[in-house]
């Protein structure tokens, strides 16, 4: 149930590998199979876990270290969750009441932040992170996690 969730927080955000091209270096690759290690760490298990692996690799791992967002242990840099946030684009769009549709900065909807990624992001990058959206009023996860539990050590 937790990787249907992973999917469904994550899905339409990425691409294939086929289309980011190939990540190249030994370096790359093992903080590519740590970073899908961590996000399958959080998965169920009752899922087909070579074709999950491969989602989680092809359509994000590999993505996040082709931008220098994987730190060597696999833990993700802050990074990942900007990019997350704006929908893989700096702009987001809206519209309201029947009127065109508007692109404008993206920010968090309600205080209400979606907290897949940041499980796996560096504690005090999530720290700094949560602080700063803070300024604007409360914030919480969208998935009930404690703001103090998020985040790798």
């Known amino acids: ?20 091209g190939d990540v190249a270096g030994s370096t790359g690759n093992a903080r590519i199979d740590k970073c899908v290690e961590l ?3 959080r998965s169920a298990s009752d899922v087909n876990e070579q074709e999950v692996r491969a989602y989680a690799r092809d359509t994000y791992c ?9 730190y060597d242990d696999g833990a993700l840099r ?4 900007d990019w997350l946030d704006h929908g893989g684009t700096e702009e987001c769009v809206t519209g309201e009441n029947g009127e065109p549709a508007q692109t404008v900065p993206c920010d968090p909807d309600g205080g209400i932040i979606d ?3 940041l499980h796996l992001v560096r504690r005090a990058e ?10 604007d009023g409360q914030v919480q996860c969208d998935d009930g996690t404690p703001l103090a539990e998020l985040g790798v050590p």
């Open 126 to 135: 999530v720290r700094a992170y949560v602080a700063e959206l803070q300024r």
């Open 39 to 41: 996000l399958l760490s």
């Open 78 to 81: 802050i990074a990942a969750q």
């Open 62 to 70: 590999e993505r996040f270290e082709r931008n220098g967002w994987i």
């Open 115 to 117: 907290c897949a990624l």
């Open 1 to 20: 149930m937790a990787i249907v969730a992973l999917a469904a927080v994550l899905a339409g955000c990425g691409t294939t590998g086929a289309e980011q």
